[in-house]
């Protein structure tokens, strides 16, 4: 059940702590892009994003043991990428995407190995034994296509019904401000986030030069960001604010988390 563990967008900053910020969380060789994926989100609260519920089996929380090899469910090109693990500690299974198959290695190879879980909907892997600092393995995947945000406007909603809208007031302040005048979601999701990022500025929040930006995700916080002038947060905030703003706008969302 993922809803045995934390959130991973809620250890976001940790990553940034400056306790934490030079540390070798891992190392990965074979990537065919920079992207690392931890864990796929699409279950919003108002606190928190999660892990879906293992009772829909159409969301990210359905998990099922994983056999040794299995088609992945996307078109796209397969990579096989070898990943030693540093500091990184959880259960859920750094990869590039959707899983072929996983070849662990070292002396826990085996307990790893008969506690790997699969999502086939998120490409979400966990390993209820958890990682630790030393393992290794070789994951088979097909990466998900990466699509920019002038490539969204082209984008309309799917037949499939959207999760609930939950969102701070503010955000259709948001969406007025920078949709445009037509009726076209892509076109106007595509300007949302245009608009976000040129006028939202990153800070973790952690140095002693850097500007406040507290953590969490939920609508309290969302709701700062979007008062303050200018917005200030990291990508903890500003990922969930683009989901809940593509809900908004009809489309399904989830937040990736890597």
Do not use: C, K
């Not at 750094?94 to 198959?101: F, K, N």
């Amino acid at each position: 059940n993922p809803r045995d563990y934390p959130s991973p967008l809620s250890t976001f900053r940790a990553y940034h702590a400056p306790e934490n910020a030079d540390a070798v969380v891992l190392t990965a060789d074979g990537l065919a892009s920079s992207r690392i994926r931890l864990a796929v989100m699409d279950d919003f609260d108002g606190a928190v994003w999660r892990v879906g519920t293992a009772e829909d089996p159409t969301a990210s929380g359905s998990f099922e043991r994983l056999p040794f090899r299995l088609t992945p469910t996307v078109e796209g090109a397969s990579t096989d990428v070898s990943v030693t693990i540093g500091t990184y500690d959880g259960v859920w299974l750094p990869g590039t995407g959707y899983l072929g198959a996983v070849d662990f290695g070292g002396d826990r190879a085996a307990a790893l190995s008969d506690s790997l879980y699969y999502n086939a909907n998120a490409g979400t892997s966990a390993v209820t034994a958890g990682l630790e600092s030393g393992d290794t393995y070789t994951v088979e995947a097909v990466g998900s296509p990466e699509v920019t945000i002038d490539e969204i406007a082209g984008l309309v909603p799917s037949s499939a019904p959207a999760l609930p809208a939950d969102g701070p007031d503010a955000l259709l302040d948001v969406i007025d401000r920078y949709s445009t005048t037509g009726d076209d979601p892509g076109e106007n999701l595509s300007a949302v986030l245009a608009g976000i990022v040129s006028t939202g500025y990153i800070s973790h929040g952690v140095g002693a030069d850097e500007p406040t930006s507290p953590s969490g995700h939920g609508l309290d916080r969302l709701s700062r960001l979007l008062s303050d002038s200018p917005m200030v947060g990291d990508g903890e905030q500003y990922a969930s604010l683009a989901a809940l703003a593509a809900r908004r706008l009809g489309f399904p969302s989830r937040v990736v988390m890597g």
